[in-house]
C-alpha cells in the first residue's frame, strides 16, 4: 500500500483509479462499506483501488474552534484501510488554498488532473468545495463531463442511528468502549511508545507499562480490560489497562498503563497497541497502597473472566 501526498499540482498516476473520498477516521462500518464498493468497483475495471483524504481535517482549517480530536492518526487510518484491500491512500494537505476551490475547481484540478480518476465513490450526504456547495448530484453532472462516474453509498445504520465518528467519540468520552467497537466493526486502540514511569507498578509486584501515545481521543479515565500487541514481535497479551491520575498516589495528569497478564520481558522503549474491549471500574482513590493492590488483583480476575482467559 502507497501512502502518498498530493498538491494538485502535479499528476499522480495509476492504472484506472476508483476512488473514495472522505476523512475515514476511525474507518469505522460505514466507512468499510465506502472501500468495500470502491475496491468491488476498481476489480471491475481493472483498475487501482485508491482513497482519497484530507490532512489536516477540513474542520481544523475552516473552524479550529469546532474541530474534533482525531479518532486516529493518518497512519493508523492507512493501516487499517490497506487491510480492507485499499492499494493507494492519496492524502491532500487542506488548507486555505484548498478551501477556497469551488466545486467544480475541486473536481477538475484534484480528481481528474492530479489523480486522473475513472470511478468515484462517495457517501450519499458527500459535500465539497468552497463553503461545501458541492453535492453528489453535481459530482455525477461534473463526471458525466469529465470522464468518470460516480457511485453514491447509502448510509449505514447502527442501532436505528447512522454510524459516524462523532458518535463514536460521544460514546468513548462516556467510556463505553463496547459501543463504540460495535460500530467501529472492532475494539477501539491507541498505539504509543512504552516509556519509564516512576517504578511504583514494580515495587508493588504488578509491573506496567506507561504508554506515551500518539493517540488524540481516549476513552474516559478509568480501568479496562483489554489487549496489548507488542508492534516488533506481533505478540498480543491479556491486559488491564489504567487511565487516570493515580489518586491513591497524589498523582497529576492523566497517565495511560497497562499491566499484561502473565507477561515477563522488558518493554521499554518499544512501541505497543492497547485494544480495550470493556470497562472494568471507574479510577478511585484507596486509603493505601495494600488496599490498592487488591483491587488490582480483582480487576485482574475481571479482566480474565471478560476476556474468556
Known amino acids: 500500500m502507497e501512502l502518498v501526498r498530493i498538491d494538485g499540482a502535479r499528476t499522480f498516476s495509476r492504472s484506472a483509479p476508483a476512488l473514495a473520498i472522505g476523512n475515514f477516521d476511525g474507518v469505522h462500518l460505514g466507512h468499510q462499506a465506502l472501500v468495500r464498493a470502491t475496491v468491488e468497483q476498481a476489480r471491475r475495471q481493472a483498475g487501482t483501488a485508491m482513497v482519497l483524504t484530507f490532512d489536516p481535517h477540513p474542520v481544523r482549517v475552516l473552524a479550529p474552534e469546532r474541530a474534533p480530536r482525531a479518532l486516529m492518526t493518518l497512519e493508523q487510518r492507512a493501516e487499517l484501510l490497506s487491510a480492507l484491500g485499499i492499494e493507494v491512500v492519496a492524502v491532500l494537505g ?15 484540478a484534484i480528481l481528474v488532473r492530479t489523480l486522473e480518476a475513472r470511478s468515484v465513490v ?55 468502549v463496547q459501543g463504540a467497537a460495535r460500530l467501529l466493526g472492532r475494539a477501539f486502540f491507541v498505539d504509543g511508545t512504552v516509556v519509564r514511569g ?8 504488578i509491573p506496567t507499562a506507561n504508554l506515551e501515545t500518539r493517540n488524540e481521543t481516549l476513552p474516559a479515565p478509568g480501568v479496562y ?82 476476556l474468556e482467559l
Open 122 to 176: 462517495v457517501g450519499e450526504r458527500f459535500r465539497f468545495g468552497r463553503g461545501r456547495a458541492g453535492d453528489v448530484s453535481l459530482l455525477a453532472r461534473l463526471g458525466d463531463e469529465c470522464g468518470f462516474n460516480v457511485r453514491a453509498h447509502p448510509v449505514v445504520v447502527e442501532e436505528g442511528e447512522p454510524v459516524s465518528s462523532s458518535r463514536i467519540r460521544e460514546l468513548l468520552a462516556l467510556g463505553d
Open 225 to 306: 480490560a483489554g489487549f496489548a500487541r507488542i508492534a516488533s514481535g506481533g505478540e498480543r497479551w491479556p491486559a488491564v489497562v489504567n487511565l487516570g491520575e493515580r489518586p491513591t498516589f497524589a498523582g497529576s495528569g492523566l497517565r495511560l498503563e497497562a499491566h499484561l497478564l502473565d507477561y515477563d520481558g522488558e518493554l521499554y522503549g518499544r512501541e505497543l497497541r492497547l485494544e480495550f474491549t470493556r470497562r472494568l471500574r471507574d479510577e478511585r482513590r484507596f486509603g493505601s497502597a495494600a488496599e490498592l493492590v487488591e483491587q488490582i488483583r480483582r480487576d485482574v480476575a475481571d479482566a480474565r473472566a471478560s
Open 94 to 108: 487542506f488548507d486555505a488554498d484548498v478551501a477556497a476551490l469551488d466545486p467544480e475547481q475541486f473536481v477538475r
Open 198 to 205: 516512576d517504578g511504583r507498578g514494580r515495587l508493588i509486584g
